[in-house]
């Protein structure tokens, strides 16, 4: 390998793509389209077509889509006003813009 070649550890699911399974994303995932089971990543990005169902980890999750089921946020979570949470959320931080949704159980850590 180059010492030029520029490794990603970043995960994209496209519009219109469903994965199921388990997935873990050393760097940032970014869904837009869905996702069933569990998903593991440093940084989340859920787009406005994006639906994520399962077990959700990971530092920092950033929702304009749907988030549901068992969210475990080590630091930030913002939901934005298209964002629709529901389920159980532990959390450190959490940001709510207007219009944002969240349905469930919450556990500020």
Same mark, same amino acid.
């Given at each position: 390998?180059?010492?030029?070649?520029? @490794?990603?550890?970043?995960? =994209? #699911? $496209?519009?219109? @793509?469903?994965?199921?399974?388990?997935?873990? *994303?050393? $760097?940032?995932?970014?869904?837009? $389209? *869905? =996702? /069933?089971?569990?998903? /593991? *990543?440093?940084?989340?990005?859920?787009?406005? !077509?994006?639906?994520?169902?399962?077990? =959700?980890? *990971?530092?920092?999750?950033? =929702?304009? $889509? !749907?988030?549901? !089921?068992? #969210?475990?946020?080590?630091?930030?979570?913002? #939901?934005?006003?298209?964002?629709?949470?529901?389920? /159980?959320?532990?959390?450190? !931080?959490?940001?709510?813009?207007?219009?944002?949704?969240?349905?469930?159980?919450?556990?500020?850590?």
């Amino acid at each position: 390998m180059s010492d030029n070649v520029v @490794v990603s550890n970043n995960l =994209v #699911i $496209g519009t219109g @793509v469903t994965f199921k399974g388990s997935i873990t *994303a050393p $760097g940032k995932a970014i869904v837009n $389209g *869905a =996702v /069933t089971g569990d998903l /593991t *990543a440093d940084d989340l990005l859920i787009g406005k !077509e994006g639906n994520v169902t399962g077990v =959700v980890r *990971a530092r920092e999750i950033d =929702v304009h $889509g !749907e988030l549901n !089921e068992d #969210i475990v946020c080590r630091e930030h979570i913002l #939901i934005h006003s298209t964002g629709r949470v529901s389920g /159980t959320l532990e959390y450190t !931080e959490l940001e709510i813009h207007r219009g944002g949704r969240f349905r469930g159980e919450m556990k500020q850590k």
